[in-house]
């Protein structure tokens, strides 16, 4: 064979298999972190578990035989969507929300890393081998199922859907364990700065959308965090705050409940779809 025909078929095979595993535009990807409320704790019911679009997509971020899921794998997007037991979350009615509104090219994958009764402190990469020298077991078995790093898992994860996708946004809910801390959105904010950097994001195009706690309008015990979640956008300019107003709860007052969780996880989708430039229908 001709050196110069031989050259070419190796560079157009190169590039036919550079192309079969191309970013797709049109997969819109979001990382979700947080702890309990973002881990999902009401139980999945039915309901939940139907008419999931395929378009909609979950990333596993820990091995699940029990639901037969492996680690940083693409999923239909059935609850439930952080680990293999876990509940109900924001982020289920979320995507659900958006590829009811988006065009039907496009595609929307989540990657959920949450740990219950976790502290901000936990994310930052630079804290959280002493924050978690003395967190209660429970919680240690919890972050173990993360390879004891939640936020190096989550960065591992997005690299890998970033060969798949495009991160569009980050989504946050997490503050009850930092209840009254006044430099709360600073750590936030050393979280939020270190994804960017460590996956290439730039800011003005990846907003955080930050929920709040249990709204005092359902004696959520941690309400009194929400003034402190509300001054986010002072900090982070490209962060936006979800409302819970409204959003019912569960008899502890600190976790949603499974109805709770469906208008969260809409309220997330409505202000997204906002920032993609989509007017989005009413919430059911």
């Known amino acids: 064979m001709n050196v110069h025909v031989r050259f070419f078929s190796i560079a157009y095979l190169l590039l036919l298999s550079l192309s079969a595993f ?3 535009k049109n997969f819109h990807i979001y990382l979700c972190f947080g702890q309990s409320n973002m881990e999902g704790n009401a139980k999945i019911e039915p309901q939940d578990t139907v008419n ?12 699940c035989p029990v639901i037969n899921r492996t680690k940083g794998n693409w999923y239909t997007a059935v609850p439930p969507l952080c680990r293999c037991r876990t509940g109900l979350t924001p982020a289920d ?19 959920n890393v949450a740990v219950g009764g976790c502290k901000i402190e936990l994310f930052d ?8 020298t003395n967190v209660p077991g429970w919680m240690k078995n919890f972050i173990n199922e993360y390879g004891g790093n939640p936020y190096g898992r989550l960065v591992e994860m997005a690299k890998l859907a970033q060969k798949d996708g495009v991160i569009k946004g980050i989504l946050l809910h997490q503050g009850e364990s930092n209840t009254g801390d006044t430099l709360w959105t600073k750590k936030v904010k050393i979280v939020y700065d270190n994804l960017m950097h460590d996956l290439d994001l730039k800011p003005k195009k990846v907003p955080l959308l930050a929920g709040e706690t249990v709204n005092a309008d359902q004696e959520g015990r941690c309400a009194s965090m929400n003034r402190i979640i509300a001054t986010l956008p002072q900090t982070i300019k ?3 705050v979800i409302s819970s107003a409204g959003c019912t709860d569960s008899a502890d007052n600190l976790h949603f409940n499974a109805a709770g969780y469906r208008e969260l996880g809409k309220r997330y989708a409505m202000q997204m779809l906002s920032l993609l430039g989509y007017k989005p229908a009413a919430v059911n």
Do not use: C, W
């Not at 590829?99 to 989540?110: F, I, Q, S, T, Y």
């Not at 990469?125 to 978690?132: A, I, L, R, V």
């Open 93 to 111: 009615y979320f995507g659900r929300e958006l590829v009811a509104n988006l065009p039907e090219k496009v595609r929307v994958g989540v990657i």
């Open 22 to 24: 191309s970013q797709d």
């Open 52 to 63: 999931v679009s395929p378009r909609f997509q979950v990333m596993e971020a820990v091995d």
């Open 238 to 240: 490209n962060a936006h």
């Open 125 to 132: 990469k630079d804290q959280y081998e002493s924050y978690t």
